[in-house]
């Protein structure tokens, strides 16, 4: 049975809500405590069965690259030092993940950015996962939730968590009839509705299993809001043919792309991992 192996993420932005720090350094590399934010967001793909690693980057991003690579230098430093513990979880994702890398050569948008992505992904289902989007659960991670319904379903999958009414601007929201609890069959999308418009309180989170007919409508999708092209007008027209579900996944999401949501992440992992280690 066809499996999901690979996982891309988006992460050429510019991580604006976080300068002067994203100058000269990737938004993605910010550290919740230790690991940084991209880690965490692979981890969740390997725990979901991927190990094919697709990145798209952009310029100022190579920290990145440098991360999920050896460092002789430093290794051989600390070698047969207690420090060398420290790398264990990186090493693992290393031995276990091939990475690819392409570029996005201007910012237009999250869809831009994932038709992008097409070059390393080819024809297959794949993952989707924003960094910036932090996610904890108590059993399986999200993408794994995302996948064992992706194998009962075979199609598109975003997920959605409830937000207050006046935050809806800040999302993609979504109408749907819900066919079992938590799943949904999307019937529109709004990117960034006012709270007066959205259709409901459930939006769009920095998870998705896209199957590869996407990259076609993105293609054929105008720019919308805000000039760039948006991957919840290219799911809208996949909803429209093919059919789209959404997920109120199990589990809590930080927006780490907010100043405000980091250093909750930071403090819950702090509390949480750090010093239950
Ligand atoms: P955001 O909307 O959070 O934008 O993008 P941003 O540039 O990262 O951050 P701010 O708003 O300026 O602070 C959501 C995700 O889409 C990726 C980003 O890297 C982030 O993971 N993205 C967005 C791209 O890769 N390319 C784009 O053109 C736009």
């Known amino acids: 049975m066809e499996t999901i192996k690979k996982c891309l993420f988006p992460a050429a932005g510019y991580g604006t809500r976080f300068l002067p720090v994203t100058k000269s350094m990737p938004k993605e590399m910010l550290p919740l405590v230790n690991k940084p934010l991209i880690q965490y967001g692979v981890e969740e793909a390997m725990a979901a ?21 050896i460092s002789y230098e430093l290794e051989h430093q600390i070698a047969g030092t207690s420090k060398e513990g ?11 993940c091939t990475f690819s890398y392409t570029r996005q050569i201007e910012m237009k948008g999250l869809g831009h950015a ?14 989707v ?25 075979r199609c598109s999958i975003v997920a959605i968590e409830e937000v207050p009414r006046d935050e809806t601007f ?5 109408d749907g009839e819900e066919i079992s609890e938590g799943l949904y069959r999307v019937n529109n999308m709004v990117e960034k509705p006012d709270p007066e418009v959205a259709p409901s309180n459930l939006a769009i989170i920095g998870r998705y299993i896209l199957t590869p007919d996407i990259f076609d409508i993105i293609r054929d999708t105008p720019p919308g809001r805000n000039g760039e092209v948006q991957i919840t007008d290219a799911l809208m027209t996949q909803a429209k043919s093919g059919g789209v579900l959404a997920y109120k996944f199990k589990g809590r999401r930080f927006d780490c ?21």
């Open 49 to 69: 069965g991927m190990s094919e690693v697709a990145i798209v980057t952009g310029r100022g991003k190579r920290a990145i690259e440098d991360h999920f690579d």
């Open 86 to 96: 420290f790398l264990k979880d990186i090493r693992y994702i290393m031995d276990n």
């Open 114 to 127: 994932i038709l992008t992505g097409e070059t390393l992904i080819g024809h297959e289902p794949f993952a």
């Open 129 to 153: 996962v924003l960094a910036d989007d932090y996610c904890v659960t108590e059993g399986d991670g999200v993408l794994a939730q995302m996948v064992a319904l992706y194998k009962e379903h």
């Open 170 to 174: 800040k999302y993609g929201v979504i």
């Open 257 to 277: 792309g907010s100043i405000e949501g980091f250093m909750d992440a930071s403090n819950y992992n702090y509390e949480h991992i750090y010093k239950k280690r």
